[in-house]
């Protein structure tokens, strides 16, 4: 089983930052995509940001330029550095992660807990 854990929501300002951070851990054999999602209230869940195991990342337009996902492949971590952060990316935001249990097993899914991010105005 692979269990992920987030760190870093809370409240901020409008044009403040914050740090979230994901760290997998349990018995697999690789990490393939880690990213990040968000659900606001009322809207459906969406795609914020998404990095490959080779080291390709993939954002969502309203996030481009403000917000950056890295990896630390050693620590089994993500991280999504939100930068300029506006009214709405008040969400919910949920770590995900698409992990290969043993050799040449296919793809699993599997989602953190959620930590909430608001932004006020």
């Known amino acids: 089983q692979v269990q992920l854990v987030e760190s870093g929501g809370g409240l901020v300002q409008a044009g403040g930052c914050l740090r979230l951070?994901?760290?997998?851990?349990?018995?697999?054999?690789?990490?393939?995509?880690m990213g990040w999602y968000r659900q606001a209230p009322g809207k459906q869940r969406e795609l914020v940001a998404a990095s490959t195991s080779n080291g390709s990342t993939n954002y969502a337009d309203s996030v481009k330029g403000r917000f950056t996902i890295s990896r630390d492949n050693a620590k089994n971590t993500v991280y999504l550095q939100m930068n300029s952060m506006k009214f709405e990316d008040t969400a919910v935001y949920y770590c995900n992660s698409r992990v290969r249990l043993w050799f040449g097993a296919r793809d699993s899914e599997y989602w953190g807990q959620g930590t909430q991010v608001t932004v006020s105005s």
């Open positions: 951070s994901c760290a997998a851990s349990g018995s697999f054999f690789s990490i393939n995509a």
